[in-house]
């Protein structure tokens, strides 16, 4: 396949992948979190911020909100577009890490499967923070590599827009949603403890880090209020819960939320083979280099898995929710191991 046929290619997956999510945009009402994620906006940046303080989100996604929809409007339409196109742009960072490890046909078959994953198209027909929290997030990752890929004296990387890039993108992905802590500190493992890759590399991650902490450091207080506090409606639940609303997950993001309403019995029969097919694909990709591409995207899946299990224990959270932002790693990481 050559160039111009291979850009076409791609250039025709964006377009597919947009329409889908652009398609029936405005068949659902606005529930409940999307007529607040709208009603913050009336407000001025100063009245956001006091709000989200007094909620258990970050304040950056309703920032972005109020500047569209007083440039676009505040219509179910343009306020969900805004979704669209954050999600539509992670295909920009996600496609290349794919290719860091997948061949050129299976990147194809990431994309093509990104593109009808009916869970993230979910959220990108929602006016809240999922689909703009996966696009810093995918870029964060993104940038990371690249700074770690790059062969030359620790003092030149500060002349490179790729630190500055990470450091942007993992900072704004932690004012969207506490849950980019999780990407965060895979980041930080996999950057520190598990690619050893010479004393400048490292000493340029950890300037990085203390960026995006200093860059964090006014919010922190808020944070640890917000978190300490919780969401008083959320039950606590025991281990096996939490298991089974992770097999539920797996089903999630292959099924979208849609098998929620009916009964029919082949949905069951579905998650069992998918079940079968994501334990022997997780056997199969797991990385035997833990230097390698391979490697972070197993820590991206498992790492924040782990977390919202922890998590969900001690307050019960929607794992189709809160860990949509790791289905671009997922996907990834399930056809690295059916390839093999």
């Not at 403890?193 to 006014?218: D, E, H, P, Q």
Request: aromatic residues 18%.
């Amino acid at each position: 396949m050559n160039k111009k046929t291979s850009n076409l290619l791609l250039f025709s997956i964006v377009i597919i992948f947009l329409s889908l999510r652009l398609a029936f945009i405005t068949q659902k009402n606005l529930w409940f979190d999307e007529i607040f994620s709208w009603n913050l906006t009336l407000g001025s940046f100063y009245e956001i911020l006091v709000r989200t303080s007094n909620d258990i989100h970050p304040p950056l996604y309703y920032f972005v909100l109020k500047v569209w929809n007083y440039v676009v409007g505040d219509s179910v339409l343009s306020m969900r577009l805004l979704s669209a196109i954050f999600s539509t742009a992670t295909l920009f960072f996600v496609y290349p890490l794919s290719k860091k490890i997948l061949d050129r046909y299976y990147s194809y078959l990431f994309l093509v499967l990104f593109a009808v994953n009916p869970l993230n198209i979910f959220y990108s027909q929602e006016v809240r923070m999922s689909a703009m929290n996966l696009f810093l997030n995918a870029g964060a990752v993104y940038f990371l590599l690249k700074i770690i890929e790059r062969e030359q004296l620790w003092k030149l990387y500060f002349k490179q827009s790729d630190i500055y890039f990470y450091i942007l993108f993992c900072t704004l992905a932690l004012y969207t949603h506490y849950f980019s802590f999780f990407i965060f500190v895979v980041e930080i493992i996999f950057a520190l403890f598990v690619r050893r890759s010479g004393a400048g590399r490292t000493k340029v991650y950890l300037m990085a880090i203390s960026g995006v902490l200093l860059l964090y450091l006014a919010w922190i207080p808020t944070f640890l209020e917000q978190i300490t506090r919780g969401q008083s409606w959320r039950s606590m639940q025991d281990l096996t819960s939490a298991g089974y609303q992770l097999i539920n997950f797996i089903k999630d993001i292959n099924l979208g939320l849609y098998y929620h309403y009916t009964n029919l019995q082949i949905v069951s029969y579905i998650s069992i083979f998918l079940i079968v097919i994501y334990l022997a694909a997780s056997v199969m990709s797991f990385p035997v280099k833990l230097q390698s591409t391979d490697f972070l995207i197993f820590l991206l899946v498992i790492i924040p898995v782990l977390q919202g299990l922890i998590i969900s224990v001690r307050q019960k959270v929607e794992f189709y929710r809160y860990l949509s932002i790791i289905i671009p790693f997922v996907l990834i990481f399930i056809i690295n191991g059916i390839s093999k």
